[in-house]
């Protein structure tokens, strides 16, 4: 079972920052990769597949890189509906699909 | 647009089962799978398994073989998840999702919260 693993836990970011969030894989999940935001209360989002493809409705603020076992996920410009969860998952050599621990973006 | 409406909160006895359905819309229901995760409180996602919403095919992560079963009612457009030997630890939000084409989660359900307590 592919692990992976998010850093930091939670980052504080005042509104208008930018900000990164990292998704380490144990193994190679080439670009297969998935990011979800969610927020209290309410199931996932997602924002973005195939490690950089935004999904319908995302906004252009967020964008993802990466392959093989690192990846990023960029808010450019955090607005206050963004302050939530987010939740990398990988969909190589499925099932399981697996899920990062998840970053919590807070206000600062 | 792809909608699922799951059922309401549950309230199980340790040792008890669970049925959770998820009806779905905006897709044709045959041709895709629907898929169980969960997350307990303050914790991460959990993919669960898979019933095929027109073979009935099922695959379920090793986690939960032997307590978990996924079905489908073809003609209500429903999918089930069954969790048995229920524990305290099974007290989770579980959600259907649905993966389409991609190999990603694209849709979700509201989600259901289980609770197990004596």
């Known amino acids: 079972e592919i692990v992976m693993t998010q850093s930091p836990a939670t980052l504080s970011v005042s509104p208008g920052e930018g900000v990164t969030l990292s998704c380490r894989a144990s193994q190679s999940v080439g670009r297969n990769l998935a990011w979800y935001q969610q927020k209290p209360g309410q199931a996932p989002r997602l924002l973005i597949y195939g490690a950089s493809t935004r999904a319908t409705g995302i906004p252009a603020r967020f964008s993802g890189s990466g392959s093989e076992t690192e990846f990023t996920l960029t808010i450019s410009s955090l607005q206050s509906e963004d302050f939530a969860v987010y939740y990398c998952q990988h969909y190589k050599n499925w099932p399981p699909w697996t899920f990062g621990q998840g970053t919590k973006v807070e206000i600062k | 647009q792809v909608q699922l409406v799951q059922s309401g909160a549950e309230v199980k006895k340790p040792g008890a089962s669970v049925k959770v359905s998820c009806k779905a819309s905006?897709?044709?229901?045959?041709?895709?799978?629907i898929h169980w995760l969960r997350q307990a409180p303050g914790q991460s996602l959990e993919w669960m398994g898979w019933v095929h919403g027109g073979n009935g095919n099922t695959r379920y992560s090793q986690t939960f073989q032997g307590r978990v079963t996924t079905s489908r009612d073809t003609s209500a457009n429903i999918a089930y998840l069954q969790l048995s030997s229920l524990r305290s630890e099974d007290t989770a939000v579980y959600f259907c999702?649905?993966?389409?084409?991609?190999?990603?989660?694209?849709?979700w359900g509201q989600g259901t919260l289980v609770t197990v307590s004596s």
């Open positions: 999702a649905f993966v389409g084409d991609g190999s990603w989660f694209a849709f």
């Open positions: 905006g897709y044709p229901f045959t041709n895709y799978a």
